[in-house]
């Protein structure tokens, strides 16, 4: 079992910054492939971004490529999304979640999921 808690949401205008983090706990943290999602009101929940155990190969979604970086501290158990020039598209609830498949992007996938946190940006 592999435990996620997001932080780091929160209201900001447009232009603006947010870095989110997903804390985990449990087993070896290190192994899993870490995605970011998110889910727009009243929209599905879609891809964002995937980083790998070794930290490489980070993936974007095209609407974020540019703006948001993906990285991971495995000795702290932690993987964090930057997000820099925030529109107010990007406002949604964030998700970090695990697995062992590899870098997909696949989010059936993922079995284990954070309870997420919201990104509000207004305009």
């Known amino acids: 079992q592999v435990q996620l808690v997001e932080s780091g949401g929160g209201l900001v205008q447009a232009g603006g910054s947010l870095r989110l983090s997903c804390a985990a706990s449990g087993r070896t943290f290190y192994a899993y492939t870490v995605g970011w999602f998110r889910q727009a009101p009243g929209k599905e929940r879609v891809f964002v971004a995937i980083?790998?155990?070794?930290?490489?190969?980070?993936y974007y979604e095209d609407s974020v490529k540019g703006r948001f970086t993906i990285s991971r501290d495995n000795a702290k158990n932690t993987v964090y999304l930057q997000m820099n020039s925030l529109k107010p598209e990007d406002t949604a609830v964030y998700y970090c979640a695990v697995t062992t498949r590899g870098a997909i992007t696949d989010q059936d996938t993922y079995p284990y999921w954070g309870q997420g946190t919201q990104v509000t940006v207004s305009s």
């Open positions: 980083i790998t155990w070794r930290g490489g190969n980070p």
